[in-house]
């Protein structure tokens, strides 16, 4: 058994055990990963794949209790030389942070700045993506933290830490007739046309909860990934935004005006999240308490330490 034949294993699952996709993601001949599944199988003497022909079709039932043991084995791999990194070269190294761009452009400017000033040697990789590109990224390994309002919390394989709470607000060009309603409603709310977040990014689910159970079917005219594309579209005169406040700035959006929403939609809680197991270097613990001071290090490092199995 070696690391190869466990890294195809793992990469055989990924690539919906298509082998030629298999071969080229690990840079390898199609015929050199069926050889090393067919010696790890004949060691083991338990077939780990489900055949039609030469096609694999999915996991035996020993092939699903391996690949969790693989997945544990190759974290730990990647651990072992992060380990090594953090004590000969304590400050240098990389940080990779996958976020959304509304996380990237309005809530991690001011923390990436301290960090950067603290750790000038450290290289600060920012992937942008949606919510669940960063789920994969975090289990994959690519990404030491994962930082989106959504997705994040539904991955038992993650483990999230509350970075901060806000709620929705309404965006209008100036001198907008809801400028003078005196407390907003969902009903006035509802009669002009609305632009907002894509589906399964920054708490839109919240948003569409919101208008269903008040039985109101809002005309969502267009919808964005990120707060930048719904102002510009609010600035034509298309729709009325509703978006996460701190994308709103009035001295870089003059022409617009920023209506309070919190009793209308719910409390939305971006997330950190770190994959369970996952080694971070001590700059990665910083990062995060520099997101929220009450996250020092040895409270996150208590809450990401993999599961112990009973008796060991």
Not at 232 to 238: A, D, P
Request: overall charge negative.
């Amino acid at each position: 058994m070696n690391f190869q034949q466990l890294r195809i294993v793992r990469e055989t699952v990924r690539q919906n055990y298509n082998l030629t996709e298999v071969a080229n993601a690990l840079f390898t001949s199609q015929p050199g990963v069926s050889k090393h599944i067919k010696d790890l199988e004949d060691e083991l003497g338990v077939e780990l794949f489900i055949r039609r022909g030469k096609r694999l079709l999915g996991l035996t039932e020993p092939g699903k209790e391996l690949v969790v043991i693989v997945e544990r084995m190759l974290l730990d791999a990647r651990n072992i030389k992060k380990l090594a990194d953090q004590f000969t070269q304590r400050d240098q190294g990389q940080l990779t942070v996958a976020t959304t761009h509304t996380q990237a452009r309005y809530a991690l400017p001011a923390v990436v700045a301290t960090f950067k000033h603290e750790y000038p040697k450290v290289h600060l990789a920012l992937h942008q993506g949606s919510p669940q590109e960063i789920v994969q990224l975090l289990l994959s390994g690519e990404a030491d933290l994962g930082i989106a309002t959504e997705s994040l919390d539904n991955e038992p394989e993650l483990v999230t830490f509350p970075f901060y709470e806000w709620h929705h607000a309404v965006l209008v060009q100036a001198g907008h007739p809801l400028l003078t309603e005196p407390r907003l409603s969902l009903e006035a709310l509802a009669e002009y046309p609305i632009i907002t977040y894509h589906s399964g990014f920054t708490g839109r689910s919240k948003i569409d909860r919101a208008f269903t159970d008040a039985n109101l079917a809002p005309d969502i005219v267009l919808s964005a990934l990120d707060a930048d594309v719904i102002k510009s579209y609010v600035e034509l005169g298309l729709g009325v935004g509703i978006i996460a406040p701190n994308a709103f700035n009035p001295s870089k959006d003059p022409d617009l005006r920023l209506i309070d929403a919190s009793h209308l939609f719910a409390r939305n809680t971006s997330l950190i999240a770190v994959r369970r197991g996952h080694y971070l270097r001590g700059f990665a613990y910083r990062f995060i308490e520099l997101c929220s001071p009450d996250l020092d290090e040895a409270m996150v490092r208590t809450a990401i330490a993999p599961h112990k199995d009973n008796g060991l």
